[in-house]
């Protein structure tokens, strides 16, 4: 006792190192799972963020193609609707004042021009096209004879393809350098007499200082993003930087090895496609959209510092790490709730031994999980505690098995008096019903021998009679040796099992049935009815039929004097009925059960082996059916004998 006691005090001078480990062990498992579940959610909502720079990138790059659609859409329609009034009126005065009519009532045209083919006005020579352009407040218009256009695009494009298109930006000269206010793009679209000769070419420019103006506006939305527009060459026509415009492609500076990236996507620009990349440019890292410019060879792209597009998962970052710095702390604030929650079932496990110490083993003892010496001394007790249980649980319950067997012996006991009694009486009843008939054979045989012997004859109706009688008894002693092999057979085979495959007419063995029951019972009125057609055959055995509906005759004839006797054939949709009614005395209440059971019978017939309603039962569910006793029926008794079709 003196060293269990040592032994109690020394695990709990191990108190404090338990509770260290088991803090630190907690720490050591939830700070990995954590930073992992925070980095995973950092890494997601990196792919979130990057998918809604992407969408909303893609959402402004659509308003600037908008806006450019819509201002070039301001331009074509403007032509296209004075083009028909110039075809419809070709004389120089009306093309004038139609140029001037474009020009002042569409902001973005800033001129308009109209070209005509050679020698159209012979008048004015082999060329004459006609100029109009706004200055100031004021729309001037000017015919020019002399200005060399055939070679120019703007005409010679339209004349060539017989349709309307937009042709690149062409740029003004001034000094050997470029003015990018001067570059302008242009829509050209031919003119057609009535029978469709092309005779001259309306078009219209557009300025793209205006442009820019315009789509600049939308990418103020975004701290440092800004649109560049390429035409089909990746020469820049819009480009933050007024140096690079019409006059340097986006090849021009990019070098192979380091600009692979800025390469690359003027070649996806050129090519006509859309999409996003990472491009660096001027030491910064863009998030680029491009889309290409319906109707035209031009490439719009919006690009978008990444630092500015990420801000908000930059910002994240801190959140993640303050998350990060507090979750560190809930976790080694819970570790250690969790360990002192943990020692505490040991600090109860000292006061329950000492009152196991004391003698109280009904003290229930908590099972531990702890693989320490702690751990196994409790569960040591469980385990003390357990077997105690477990061998006071088997006691009980071998207790109570062998009470139950005894319980069974002695109902099995009582069932084996009851049968051996039945089974006596049965012999009694046989030996009764057995020795009638023997001695009326008998004693009929000796007044046969004595007339014999003594030359005395016997008249005719005296013979009859004597014969008959010896008849009926030698067909009852049949009938009874005929029970007692038929019971010996399913006694020894526990049940029945019949071949089915003879063809019976149903009421053909109603007929015979009746037929073999007057036999015995000559005097007996039975009555068959039936409202089946005689055609209807059904396929069974058709000797225990037979044998059943016959020894249900045979019982209602006996026991009813023979009168009154009704054998019903009807069907049901599944099955065959045999129904048999007697207005006799029926059977008393409670003998249904018992007058199934061998060696028993009603208690108040006059006679009867205890036979026949057994073995017509076994029958009846040999064959698949079912023998049923209605037991509403009050005028007598109704015996239901069912039959599967």
Known sequence: MKERRLTMINLFNYKPSLKRDLSMGIILLAVPIFILSIGTMFYQSRYMIHNEVKSSNSNMLNKGLYQI????????????????????????????????RIVRLNDPVV???????????????????????SQGDTVKSYIESEYDYFNRSMFSEPVKTGKACWIDPFIEYIDGKVDHNEAVATYSRPLRQKNGRIVGVLSAEMSFSQLTKLINKTSLEYNGAFFVLLDGTGRFLINPDTTHLFRKTIFSDAEPNKNADIISLGYEMIAGKHGNMHVSYNNKLYHVTFRPVPGTRWSLALARPDKEAMKSYYHMGYMIFAIIMIGLLIIVWVSRQVAKQTITPILHLLDVTK?????????PIPVSKSNGVLGHLQNSFVKMQRSIHDNMTKLRNNADMVSKANEEMQQAQL??????????????????NMRMPINVITGFAEVLRDSSGSNTTLDENEFSNISKMMKENAITLNRLMLL??????????????????????????????????LSHFPDARIKLETDLPSTLHIVTNRLYLFSTLSELLYNAAKYTGGQNVTLQVSQTETTIRYTVLDVGSGLPSGAMEKVFQPFNEAAN?????????????????????????????????????ELQK
């Open 605 to 641: 017939l006059a006679e009867g082996e205890g036979l026949g309603l057994p073995l017509v039962k076994r029958h009846a569910a040999s064959l698949g059916g079912d023998l049923i006793f209605d037991v509403d029926y009050r005028d007598g008794c109704r015996i239901i004998f």
């Open 415 to 432: 069932l084996t008096e009851d049968a051996i009694l039945r089974k006596s009486q049965f012999l009694q009843t046989v030996s009764q």
């Open 484 to 517: 007692l092999l038929d019971t010996s057979q399913t006694d020894a085979n526990g049940e029945l099992h019949y071949k089915k495959n003879d063809e019976v007419s149903v009421n053909l063995v109603a007929k015979d049935c009746i037929r073999h029951t």
């Open 69 to 100: 659609r819509s201002y070039m859409t301001t331009i074509e329609t403007a032509v296209n609707s004075n083009a028909w009034l110039m075809e419809e009126n070709l004389v120089p005065d009306t093309l004038k004042s139609l140029s001037e």
């Open 111 to 133: 001129s308009c021009s109209v070209f005509m083919i050679p020698d159209y006005f012979k008048e004015y020579g082999s060329k004459f096209s006609v100029y109009a352009a």
């Open 355 to 363: 009152k196991i110490s004391n003698g109280n083993f009904d003290e």
